[in-house]
Every structure is written in structure tokens, then in C-alpha cells.
């Protein structure tokens, strides 16, 4: 009975009731992640979509809670995981129904074993592996993870790898196949028959964004210097510490208030003295003059500690960026910050 208010109701009309039913912001939200014919499908059932009555409002959001909730039990510990806790929480029926609704649409990403392990183990177990498949299983990892895994390689293999990764373009199903079957058959999962994309330089980007500083320097230096196409390309999509000195001075104060002066003093103990008089002419005078004593009462550092104080700088600047309240120019953009 409780279902019948969305009973034969296509599935797009479902989804503009859903994104009607989330509210602008969310919906914004997740309109940025839709392609363009997507887009435009959505936007139409919206512009045409009926009255729905507060029984399919709630239908439709309790069904999507239900599908990602089921991917998210899928993506933890695989379909056996999903379906007993499905059952468990809403009986038998309705968790096979729910799992043959998604399963179909649903592809287990490749070494998803992996992405549920620690980096240092992950590293112990594929520190044998040719560069080749380390770039390969890394372009499947999230980003954070990817990262403390090629910080852990030796410095040359670092490189080696972010250029594989960068370089990787599409790869068969058959050929993911056997690099899990090599790596003792871990990973269940069902592929589909076209090419799937894999690798790539915002690959890449993602993964050094989350690295260290030391680990970023050492491949960036290593790809300079032997492909320096990449090491430019790389290099317009990435935003260290140094590139501060572009920002405009509203956004790094915008900055400022984020970053603690404790980490900011360390930070800068590495930094040009241009990039340090543009911190200090975004100050006030009293908090410019704490933070230049901070700096002489500490002394010499070592480097890994300012590198690491940087990194948490740029973290900073990045996680603005991700909500909208900074602009970072990208190489060729003309605009630096709006």
C-alpha cells in the first residue's frame, strides 16, 4: 500500500521529484556531477513535473536512502555484506529487490579490496609489482590513499609511477582481469564489455594534491627533467605552497582566518621573503609583528616540519576552493581569484 504512490512512475520523474525534494543547494550539488544531456532530461521533468503529493515526496526519498545505503553496504565489504545487513534492516523481500534494482547499474571499482586497507599494507604488498601495475591499481584508490602510497616508494619509482599514471588512458576489462587474478584473485567484481577509463593527469593531480610535500617536490623534479611536457601539464592543475604569492590579498585573508599562526610561523620559516612580505601586508600590524617574533624565538627548524606546516597551508587553501570561496587560476586562466 505504502508503495503505490509512486507506482509506475517513470524513473526521470522519480529523480525530478528527488532533486525538487532535496532543496536548490543539494540539488546544485548534484547537478555539477550530471552531464550535459543528463542536464537537460532532469531540468525538462522538473520545468513539467506535476503536483506530488507529500506521500511520494517521502517515497522518493526514502528510496534513495535506501539505494545508497545499500551501495555503501556493496562498497564496504561486497554484495554478501549488503544483502545481511539489507535483510536484517528491512527483511528478505525487500533487500533482494533492493539489490537486484542496483546491482545491475552498480560496478565494484577495480582493487576495491584495496581501498579498504592502510596504505603501509598495501604498500608491503605491491612493492614488488612492476611500475606499470602499481599505476594502475593507484588510479583506482582514492586519492588520499594513492598518496601515501606512492610517498612510501623509493624516490625514483615515485616518478616513474606518476608518469605510468598520467600517460594511462584506457585499459580492457580482460587485462584488469588478470592483474587481479595475479594478485590472488582479491577482488569480485563485474565489468563490462567496453573500454574503461582508468589513469590520466587529473588522476595524477589528485594524487599528488594529497601527497607530502617532499614526496610532490621529488616527483615534480624527476618529471621536469625527464618529460617536462607532463611536468608543465601537471604542474596547471596543482597549487603549492609557493603559488600563494598569486592569490589575491582578499582571498588570503580570507585564508588567514582559517590557519593557525602557530602553523603559518613554521610555514613561512621556508618562504621567500616576497611571499613572506605579502602574508605580512595582510595582517594587521600587531599580528604581522607577533608572527615575526614567533619566527626568530624558533630557530633554526627542520625542513620536513615547514615542509609539513606548508602542506596544511595549501590544505587550507585548497579545501576554500572546494566550497566556493576562493578561485585558484589554473595555468592559462587570465583570472587568478574572484
Same mark, same amino acid.
Given at each position: 500500500?505504502a @508503495?503505490s504512490g509512486t @507506482?509506475?512512475?517513470p524513473?526521470k520523474?522519480k529523480? !525530478?521529484?528527488l532533486?525538487?525534494a532535496?532543496g &536548490?543547494?543539494i $540539488?546544485?550539488?548534484?547537478?555539477?556531477r550530471?552531464d550535459?544531456t *543528463?542536464?537537460?532530461?532532469?531540468?525538462l521533468?522538473?520545468? &513539467?513535473?506535476?503536483k506530488?503529493?507529500?506521500?511520494q /515526496?517521502l517515497?522518493v526519498l526514502k528510496?534513495?536512502q535506501e539505494v545508497?545505503?545499500?551501495?555503501?553496504?556493496?562498497a564496504?565489504g561486497g554484495?554478501d555484506?549488503?544483502?545481511?545487513?539489507l535483510e536484517? $534492516?528491512l527483511?528478505?523481500e525487500?533487500?533482494?529487490?533492493?539489490?537486484t534494482?542496483?546491482?545491475?547499474? +552498480?560496478q565494484v571499482r577495480?582493487?576495491d579490496?584495496?581501498?579498504?586497507?592502510?596504505?603501509?599494507?598495501?604498500?608491503?604488498?605491491?612493492?614488488?609489482?612492476?611500475?606499470? *601495475?602499481?599505476?594502475l591499481?593507484?588510479?583506482?584508490?582514492?586519492p588520499?590513499q594513492?598518496a601515501g602510497?606512492?610517498?612510501g +616508494? #623509493?624516490a625514483t619509482?615515485?616518478a616513474?609511477v606518476a608518469?605510468?599514471i598520467?600517460r594511462?588512458? =584506457?585499459i580492457t #576489462?580482460?587485462?584488469?582481469r588478470e592483474?587481479e587474478?595475479?594478485?590472488e584473485?582479491?577482488l569480485? *567484481?563485474?565489468?563490462?564489455q567496453?573500454?574503461?577509463l582508468?589513469?590520466?593527469?587529473?588522476?595524477?593531480?589528485n594524487?599528488i594534491n594529497n601527497?607530502? /610535500?617532499? *614526496?610532490?617536490?621529488n616527483?615534480?623534479?624527476?618529471?621536469?627533467?625527464?618529460?617536462?611536457?607532463? !611536468?608543465?601539464?601537471?604542474k =596547471?592543475?596543482l597549487?603549492?605552497f609557493e603559488?600563494?604569492i598569486?592569490l589575491?590579498?582578499?582571498?588570503l585573508? =580570507?585564508?588567514?582566518r582559517?590557519?593557525?599562526m602557530?602553523? +603559518?610561523?613554521?610555514?613561512?620559516?621556508?618562504?621567500t621573503?616576497?611571499l613572506?612580505a605579502?602574508?605580512?601586508? &595582510?595582517?594587521?600590524?600587531?599580528a604581522?609583528?607577533m608572527?615575526?617574533?614567533d619566527?626568530?624565538?624558533m630557530g #633554526?627548524? /627542520?625542513?620536513k616540519d615547514?615542509e609539513?606546516s606548508?602542506?596544511k597551508?595549501? &590544505?587550507v587553501? =585548497?579545501?576554500?576552493?572546494?566550497?566556493g570561496?576562493i578561485?585558484i587560476?589554473?595555468?592559462g586562466?587570465?583570472?587568478l581569484?574572484v
Amino acid at each position: 500500500m505504502a @508503495k503505490s504512490g509512486t @507506482k509506475g512512475m517513470p524513473g526521470k520523474e522519480k529523480i !525530478a521529484i528527488l532533486m525538487v525534494a532535496l532543496g &536548490n543547494e543539494i $540539488a546544485a550539488e548534484v547537478y555539477k556531477r550530471m552531464d550535459d544531456t *543528463t542536464i537537460e532530461i532532469v531540468t525538462l521533468e522538473i520545468a &513539467n513535473l506535476r503536483k506530488v503529493t507529500p506521500e511520494q /515526496r517521502l517515497i522518493v526519498l526514502k528510496d534513495a536512502q535506501e539505494v545508497l545505503l545499500a551501495r555503501e553496504y556493496m562498497a564496504r565489504g561486497g554484495v554478501d555484506y549488503a544483502r545481511d545487513i539489507l535483510e536484517r $534492516a528491512l527483511g528478505p523481500e525487500r533487500a533482494h529487490n533492493l539489490l537486484t534494482r542496483i546491482t545491475a547499474s +552498480l560496478q565494484v571499482r577495480p582493487f576495491d579490496f584495496m581501498r579498504h586497507t592502510d596504505a603501509q599494507q598495501v604498500l608491503g604488498f605491491i612493492q614488488g609489482e612492476h611500475p606499470q *601495475t602499481i599505476a594502475l591499481i593507484m588510479s583506482y584508490l582514492e586519492p588520499a590513499q594513492a598518496a601515501g602510497i606512492i610517498g612510501g +616508494l #623509493p624516490a625514483t619509482m615515485q616518478a616513474e609511477v606518476a608518469k605510468r599514471i598520467a600517460r594511462m588512458d =584506457r585499459i580492457t #576489462p580482460e587485462v584488469l582481469r588478470e592483474v587481479e587474478r595475479v594478485l590472488e584473485r582479491k577482488l569480485s *567484481t563485474v565489468m563490462g564489455q567496453d573500454f574503461t577509463l582508468a589513469g590520466g593527469i587529473d588522476a595524477i593531480v589528485n594524487i599528488i594534491n594529497n601527497a607530502d /610535500r617532499g *614526496t610532490e617536490r621529488n616527483i615534480m623534479e624527476h618529471l621536469e627533467e625527464n618529460d617536462p611536457e607532463l !611536468a608543465e601539464e601537471i604542474k =596547471r592543475r596543482l597549487f603549492v605552497f609557493e603559488d600563494i604569492i598569486k592569490l589575491d590579498d582578499r582571498s588570503l585573508q =580570507r585564508v588567514l582566518r582559517e590557519v593557525e599562526m602557530k602553523e +603559518l610561523s613554521l610555514a613561512l620559516k621556508g618562504a621567500t621573503e616576497e611571499l613572506r612580505a605579502k602574508f605580512f601586508k &595582510n595582517m594587521s600590524k600587531r599580528a604581522s609583528e607577533m608572527l615575526k617574533e614567533d619566527m626568530d624565538y624558533m630557530g #633554526p627548524v /627542520r625542513v620536513k616540519d615547514v615542509e609539513e606546516s606548508q602542506q596544511k597551508v595549501v &590544505n587550507v587553501i =585548497r579545501a576554500l576552493e572546494d566550497v566556493g570561496e576562493i578561485v585558484i587560476s589554473r595555468g592559462g586562466e587570465e583570472d587568478l581569484v574572484v
